[in-house]
Structures are given as C-alpha cells and as structure tokens.
C-alpha cells in the first residue's frame, strides 16, 4: 500500500474515505435518515422513548500513547467509553458523531485504521457513526465522540434513585484497566532505555505479553457491558441507580451515594478482582485493591438494587454483590478483610487536573 | 479576582463552576429533563420533530489564536458555528454538548470567560448546554460542540432538492470575515514585530480598530442566521436545498450543484459585499470579491428556491438573489463583470489540509 499524506487527497478526499469505511454502520439503525454528508445528521426519534446523549473527548499523551496503542484499538475504545455512559442510564445506544483533528502529516492509512476500529465497535453495538468533523491539529490527535441512546421511560436509570438497604453490585471484574496500563508503560519504558542506550531492543529483551493478554485488553480495548443493559431490559429491570465506573470504584461509588443522598458500606472481600490482575500487582510490587478502588477505565457498571429485585438476576454470575446503601449519615465505608472501616473519601480516584 | 489554576479546584470543582454558569440556559428547553451531572443528558424529543445534529471540533493554532481572540468571543462562535449548521437543515437548535480539552496551566477565569460565552449565545438562540466533558491537553486548548435540533418533516431542507431554474439566494453579506482576520493578523504582526525588536508597542502604532468593527466582529464573533429560518417557519417556507457558508461561496454552491444534480450561474455583480469589506481590502491591496469566494467562515445561508415560492420573501432586504441553477451539463460557473464565465471549479474554499 502506497503511502499517501492527508494534504494529497485533501479534507474533502479524507471525509469521502471515512464516510465509506462506516457506511456498512448505517443499516442497523434505519432511524438515521441522513448520514454524513449534509450540514446534519437526520434521525427519527422514537416517539416512545427518551433520548440520553453523552460525549467524550480523548487527548493524545493524556488518554492514549501512540506508541503502545494500536489505532484499531483506540477506535474501539473511543466507541466504548461513550456506550458505557449509555448503558449507565440502562439505556442503548442508537447513533454516534466522531470528530477527530489530526496533524496534517499523519499518513491517511493511519486514519482508516482508527476508523476500521470506530466501525468495527459501532456494529457490535449496533449503533450508526451518522456524522462528524474533521480538523488539522496543530499537537497530536484529538478524538471527541458524542453518542445517542434511547430508553423507555420505566427504565431510564439515573445515580439519583438508591435508597438505604439497597444492595451494590458491580459487573465483572476490577483492576484489570489499570494492571494493562502499569504493563504496557514499563514495556514502553524498556523500550526507550533501549533505545537512548543504543541497545538493541530485541526480541530476547521484550516481556513475552501474551502472557497478561487480559489485562492489556482491558485497557487497550474495554468493552462497555451492554449484555447486561441488554439482560435488564429482558427482565424488565429498573436498577434504583447506575454508574459506569471510570474514574475507580471509590470515586464512582461516592457519585452515587451523593446525588442519592445515602451512604454505603462495601466490603473488600467481595470486590472482584480477577486472579491474573493480582498476580500482575505482585509481580510490579503494586497493590491490586488501589488499582481497583482507585485505577478506573474498567467500565463496568455499578450500580444499585432493592434485595427483592435483585433476586431476578442472582443467578447471574457476572454480577458481584458487594455491599449495601446505608443513611446518609453513615458515610461511605470500606470494611478491610479485618473488618476495619476505611472512609472512601481518603480514597481518590483520577483527576485530569490533579498534580 | 485572585488567581486560581484549575489543579487548585480539581475535575470536579471545575464541573460544578461551568454547571453553575451555564444553568441559565436550561430554563428554555423544558424537554431536557437531567443536564450535566449524570452520565447522560437525557432529553424527551418531539414525536412529531425529525432531530438533526451536528458537531464541530476547534483546535488553538487552527480555527483561533488566544493571541487576538476574546475567550467570550470564541465561546460564543463555538456555539454560532453549530447553529450555523443547525440552521442550514430549516431547524432550530434545543441543545449542545460542550468538550474542552485544556493545558492544567490554563487560570480557572479563562474557562469561565470562554463559558460565559457559551451561556451568552446559548440563550439568545434559546438552546440548553446540556453536558459535555473536561480533559487535560498537553497542546492547547481544543474545543468541541455536538448540537441537536428539530424541525418538522415538512420544513426539513438538505442540501439535495434543488432543480434547474431555482434561484440561487444567500443572506447578509460576504467576506466580511476574511476582512476581519485579515485586520487580526496584520496587527499582531505589527505586535509581534514592536516585540521582537524592543520597539514600545504603545497607542500610537496600534491601528484604530473601531473603524473596522464590522469586519472584525463577524470574523470573531459570527451570529448564525436563525431569524431566517424563523422567517421560513412563519411563511411554511421550504426552500430546495440549503447550506450554510463556512468554506467560501464558491466550495459550498459546488456542494448544493453536487448533491442536488444541478449545475449553477451566479453573477459576480449580484453577491452582496458589504462596502467596508471592500474598503478593507482596497487598504490590504487584496480582492474583495476573492475573500466573499472562498475566504469563508462567513456563516450566512446560500440557499434555492423556486421562483413562485421565492415571492413570499421578496421583500426581505437581507437577501439577495446572486443567479440561478440550470442543468448539471453547464457546469458551475460565475459571471464576472465583464459578462465573462468563470468556472467555479477553478476557485478553491478553505481546505484544512492543504498545504
């Protein structure tokens, strides 16, 4: 394949790529009347339901490292982060705008990679990429993705509705985001010792990674949990109160309990952490409980439940129960494997600002 | 005003500051029932409506320079230039995401003034900021604005349904914009220069910019032109196609004659200038009628229409009738003064990646 810079096939050139590379997007979603290449998308709402919208902007050298991120994967995961805040009102989601400004040298294969990525996630959800824009970026890539959901009104969920007695419960596993991300910049920084030392950076030298595959896939390439916005809907479930956790299960926890006015007691020997997680945490010295109270980008939904609902889906095994809302006054508490109670407001999450 | 950087109050500190300074717009969507503070914005669309959306990205060093840009202005155009698009589909705008990715040295004041912008145009075009997302940068600050609109099936304009014999219409004026940046960019030049060579920048060598206010208002602070649609509301007027100009009228009646299998004659003596446009440009030694061509960012409406239907606007000052669309087989093309025919294919709009 012949290397091809954006100025040679110009802005216009680039958008008619695009355009064809999530085209096979559209038919899922027969809704969407227009698609890129108007001033605006067209789409019909459904009369029946409420719409929730949610954006995310992703900032090279902030979100994501060139040098350790495929661009199919950060596609993806441009789409997942978004289906994620959808799936947290238990909704789904419809259609997708992905804007991206870009350094005028990046080779337009890099761009069709990005997109192959932004395609290839939207039809696993079955969401449309109905429009966007394209820029030039004076300083790396820049992607900001806006997404549509609809949900009937019975079922909208917001961090609003959890009463004391409620039970918390969280999908899948935690830790697994932040163990990938301590992986891949260790690696990147063999790598670059290497190379300031000109050493060679054989194969003798690179960690064999497959053997933490897991964990790099949850950072490089999350899935939001749609299946169990899917199995809700099923079963006809309204949680009292849902987040997907982003910022770390401490930070999003205390979300919760504010905008419900409650407080919270979970326990740790109930958080779930995945057994390869902890052996990556032991092996960097690190402590798997922080990278789970504290690493965020796991994308797993947490949220709340009254104990005769929750017994609809108690057979779900990817469903952790780990503790319960408590009255507002109680605070918001973790009990160690020694029955100590931890304040989580000692235990902060990820702050884009914070030094 | 003490000084804040945005570390001192957080991620989530500065949330609640641009929550509190946009809450003003909500009052005029009451169908946005949750704005920023859940992981969507939830909205309950109009069974009756079709929505249509639009998102724009805006990178420092690209679409504006901190060095001559107010940070109320460039709020304020974040949001016009999305109307803008809005507008160009015959519907009016209910609500917006706002992104800003932004360096962790920025004063807090500077976002504040650049929302105070936002809240400002937000209520004269009666939309909701509705949510949006805050990151670091480590390259400037980067913006991006996703707007949803209604508008009935009936009024619903693309840029596709205009027929030979439309006349081809445009609001306002032209080139105003390139004026006014042209203006900018000669005085920081000027500024730049006293700078580097230890010369007293004082008054006596800045130029009196009031005397070009016009210009540089429509450059810095563009309005998009929603009394229009309002007009083609009140008169149940659709027009055949419509666009709104942002890369130059010569790249935006190329994208109606594209879209809608047409080709177009339009008259160099009919496009309206505004004669302190045509001053400025006499002063920078540059061509007017180039910069209402392809200058762009002039966000008025190039629209078609019927002859019998054009009747029921007749009156309107504010637009002018510049040619007429005929068959695809004559091509685009530009009447100039001397009744000479100019193919519009040769007259290039703004290209982000051009060299």
Redesign the interface.
């Known amino acids: 394949m012949p290397f091809t810079a ?2 040679e096939i ?3 050139g ?1 958008i008619d790529r695009i355009a064809s590379l999530v085209a096979s997007t559209l038919p899922a979603v027969p809704e969407l ?2 698609g890129i ?11 029946e339901l ?14 994501f490292d060139l040098l350790t991120t495929p661009l199919q994967h950060l596609g993806s995961k441009a789409i997942s982060v978004n289906v994620s ?2 799936c ?2 238990n ?1 789904l989601p419809r ?1 997708a ?1 992905v ?3 870009v350094p ?1 040298s990046f080779p337009v294969t890099m761009i069709e990679e990005l997109y192959v990525g932004i395609s290839h996630a939207a039809k696993e959800y079955g969401l449309a990429i ?11 890539l ?1 992607i ?1 993705v ?1 997404m ?2 609809e949900v009937s009104p019975e079922l ?1 969920t ?3 509705g959890a009463q004391p007695g409620d039970l918390v419960c969280v999908t899948g596993s935690l830790g697994g985001a932040a163990a990938g991300l301590k992986l891949l910049m260790r690696e990147k920084e063999i790598m670059l010792n290497h190379i300031e030392n000109n050493e060679p950076y054989t194969k003798s030298v690179i960690s064999d990674l497959n053997e933490y595959r897991e964990a790099i896939q949850q950072q490089l390439l999350p899935l939001a949990r749609i299946e169990i916005v899917r199995l809700f809907h099923a079963k006809h479930i309204q949680p009292s109160s ?3 956790i982003s910022d770390g299960l401490s930070s999003d926890l205390q979300h919760l309990c504010r ?1 419900s006015n409650t407080g919270a007691l979970i326990h740790e020997n109930h958080i779930p952490i995945h057994a390869g997680t902890r052996r990556i945490a032991d092996e960097l010295q690190d402590d798997a409980l922080t990278w789970a109270l504290t690493g965020g980008e796991d994308y797993q939904l947490l949220f709340t439940i009254s104990k005769e609902r929750y017994q609809a889906i108690a057979e779900n095994r990817g469903i952790s129960v780990i503790g319960e809302m408590t009255d507002p006054e109680s605070g918001v508490h973790l009990c160690d494997m020694y029955g100590m109670k931890i304040d989580m407001e000692s235990i902060k999450g990820f ?5």
């Open positions: 954006i100025p110009g802005e216009f680039l009347l227009t290449g108007d001033d605006c998308a067209v789409f019909r709402p459904s009369a409420l719409q929730v919208s949610t954006t995310d902007i992703l900032a090279e050298q902030v979100h805040d959808i947290a009102m909704a259609f705008l804007s991206i400004a005028a109905a429009g966007g824009d394209t820029s030039s970026s004076r300083s790396g820049v900001s806006t549509i959901g909208i917001r961090r609003s849902m987040i997907d905008h702050d884009h600002f914070s030094s």
